[in-house]
């Protein structure tokens, strides 16, 4: 959440410690963080290294992490396959997988069903609020990362609002000399299934990211470049689905001075706003707190690309204050699952600067919240698309919009994000 006077990136209380028990107090919630969380050195694990032809397997019971450094150390830009199976934390940590500048390059992808949980019910202590969670993040990509590094084809699910921080937890990333790169609260808190930070630019792509909550922001994916975003991180094939948060960017939380590409995608069921009220009344902090965020929340100062992708029974589309930002398209039908609190209900598109929104289908309770998309080249009342079991449209209207499990041939050209120098 951002105070009209506070950097988004700065904590907006105080972090309270105790001798035997780290305690957070987080918009109500309280993490709890035990005796016994930080680990002495592991035992060593043997790492079987690349088959013939290079690659590197994870199989069920071996650790991913333990692979991709192995990987990183001997095989710079290797790829590592994980296969089928449900992989989870074997300890508490900030992140269950994490990239480092020293992994830059690696394919992490799945062979089979692969799922990546942040519950462990085996050491998470029930009375926890985070309980099963046992991790902030389940993937963090930390500063150094290009868009060679790729994550592929696995469910990424369980994150529960549980945060430990550098006190109590194994640091997961280097204290960086840039001012711009000094951790706060959202760099622990925020991004429950996935966390980039700094200048991290990773590939995303045909990962679904479901059933994921934060005590803050960014239940899915929180983007936070500060000021690095000269590139983008890129989501591609993706599909974000009931990703639930209090405060903004229930599926992906584009912070300010962050940069994301998203392209055919699905947003389905994610609910931002259930606290507001709360962190309205108990710290003062306001954004967008007449209709709520959406799904997909783009901070000032941010720069996105959103093609051919669906946003439907999500609490609220989108909103973007931004400029010049691309949404081409895109369906953004009936995303109307807000719990009434707002006192403006809930919208489709809430989007500063339309200038670029063309080609998209627009039907719900308010379409254009701020009256600025063109209706010339868009449709503001559309006909139902007629979801089939998958949220592929069967309408013909829609042949060439929307998310599509397979992909399909742009209907239009959009420039990639234009590069800008970074600060």
Same mark, same amino acid.
């Given at each position: 959440?951002?105070?009209?006077?506070?950097?988004?990136?700065?904590?907006?209380?105080?972090?309270?410690?105790?001798?035997?028990?780290?305690?957070?107090?987080?918009?109500?919630?309280?993490?709890?963080?035990?005796?016994?969380?930080?680990?002495?050195?592991?035992?060593?694990?043997?790492?079987?290294?690349?088959?013939?032809?290079?690659?590197?397997?994870?199989?069920?019971?071996?650790?991913?992490?333990?692979?991709?450094?192995?990987?990183?150390?001997?095989?710079?830009?290797?790829?590592? %396959?994980?296969?089928?199976?449900?992989? %989870?934390?074997?300890?508490?940590?900030?992140?269950?997988?994490?990239?480092?500048?020293?992994?830059?390059?690696?394919?992490?992808?799945?062979?089979?069903?692969?799922?990546?949980?942040?519950?462990?019910?085996?050491?998470? @202590?029930?009375?926890?609020?985070?309980?099963?969670?046992?991790? &902030?993040?389940?993937?963090?990509?930390?500063?150094?990362?290009?868009?060679?590094?790729?994550?592929?084809?696995?469910?990424?699910? #369980?994150?529960?609002?549980?945060?430990?921080?550098?006190?109590?937890?194994?640091?997961?990333?280097? @204290?960086?000399?840039?001012?711009?790169?000094?951790?706060?609260?959202?760099?622990?808190?925020?991004?429950?299934?996935?966390?980039?930070?700094?200048?991290?630019?990773?590939?995303?792509?045909?990962?679904?990211?479901?059933? &994921?909550?934060?005590?803050?922001?960014?239940?899915?994916?929180?983007?936070?470049?500060?000021?690095?975003?000269?590139?983008?991180?890129?989501?591609?094939?993706?599909?974000?689905?009931?990703?639930?948060?209090?405060?903004?960017?229930?599926?992906?939380?584009?912070?300010?001075?962050?940069?994301?590409?998203?392209?055919?995608?699905?947003?389905?069921?994610?609910?931002?706003?259930?606290?507001?009220?709360?962190?309205?009344?108990?710290?003062?902090?306001?954004?967008?707190?007449?209709?709520?965020?959406?799904?997909?929340?783009?901070?000032?100062?941010?720069?996105?690309?959103?093609?051919?992708?669906?946003?439907?029974?999500?609490?609220?589309?989108?909103? @973007?204050?931004?400029?010049?930002?691309?949404?081409?398209?895109?369906?953004?039908?009936?995303?109307?699952?807000?719990? #009434?609190?707002?006192?403006?209900?809930?919208?489709?598109?809430?989007?500063?600067?339309?200038?670029?929104?063309?080609?998209?289908?627009?039907?719900?309770?308010?379409?254009?919240?701020?009256?600025?998309?063109?209706?010339?080249?868009?449709?503001?009342?559309?006909?139902?698309?007629?979801? @089939?079991?998958?949220?592929?449209?069967?309408?013909?209207?829609?042949?060439?919009?929307?998310? %599509?499990?397979?992909?399909?041939?742009?209907?239009?050209?959009?420039?990639?994000?234009?590069?800008?120098?970074?600060?």
């Amino acid at each position: 959440m951002l105070a009209p006077d506070q950097p988004r990136s700065s904590p907006p209380f105080q972090i309270r410690r105790f001798s035997q028990f780290l305690v957070i107090v987080v918009f109500g919630i309280v993490i709890v963080s035990q005796p016994g969380c930080r680990r002495d050195a592991e035992p060593a694990i043997e790492i079987i290294g690349a088959d013939p032809n290079g690659v590197f397997h994870v199989h069920p019971g071996e650790e991913i992490q333990a692979v991709l450094d192995a990987a990183a150390l001997s095989s710079p830009g290797a790829t590592v %396959r994980i296969h089928a199976g449900t992989y %989870r934390p074997a300890r508490f940590a900030q992140a269950f997988v994490r990239f480092n500048r020293q992994h830059d390059g690696i394919t992490l992808e799945a062979v089979g069903e692969v799922v990546l949980t942040a519950a462990n019910e085996e050491i998470a @202590d029930p009375q926890d609020a985070g309980f099963p969670a046992v991790v &902030n993040h389940i993937v963090f990509f930390g500063d150094g990362i290009s868009s060679r590094t790729v994550l592929r084809g696995m469910t990424i699910t #369980g994150a529960n609002g549980f945060v430990g921080d550098d006190d109590v937890l194994p640091s997961i990333e280097p @204290d960086s000399d840039l001012p711009q790169l000094k951790k706060s609260l959202f760099y622990y808190a925020d991004g429950g299934a996935i966390k980039i930070f700094g200048r991290s630019y990773p590939t995303i792509d045909s990962v679904v990211i479901e059933d &994921n909550m934060t005590g803050l922001c960014g239940a899915g994916v929180s983007v936070e470049h500060r000021g690095f975003s000269g590139k983008a991180t890129v989501f591609r094939h993706c599909v974000f689905r009931n990703n639930h948060c209090p405060g903004t960017g229930s599926a992906i939380d584009v912070l300010g001075g962050s940069a994301a590409e998203i392209e055919n995608c699905l947003f389905v069921g994610n609910i931002a706003n259930t606290g507001m009220d709360r962190i309205a009344i108990e710290y003062g902090l306001r954004y967008n707190h007449q209709h709520g965020c959406g799904a997909l929340t783009v901070f000032p100062d941010s720069r996105v690309t959103v093609r051919r992708c669906t946003f439907t029974e999500n609490w609220n589309g989108a909103d @973007d204050k931004g400029v010049g930002n691309s949404y081409v398209d895109s369906i953004f039908w009936q995303n109307v699952a807000g719990d #009434g609190s707002r006192p403006g209900g809930p919208y489709e598109l809430d989007i500063a600067d339309a200038s670029n929104v063309r080609g998209c289908y627009f039907g719900g309770n308010v379409a254009d919240l701020q009256q600025t998309i063109d209706p010339k080249n868009n449709q503001l009342d559309a006909p139902d698309p007629q979801f @089939d079991v998958l949220f592929e449209p069967r309408a013909k209207a829609y042949r060439n919009v929307g998310y %599509r499990s397979s992909p399909i041939p742009a209907a239009h050209t959009v420039d990639p994000l234009p590069s800008k120098q970074e600060s």
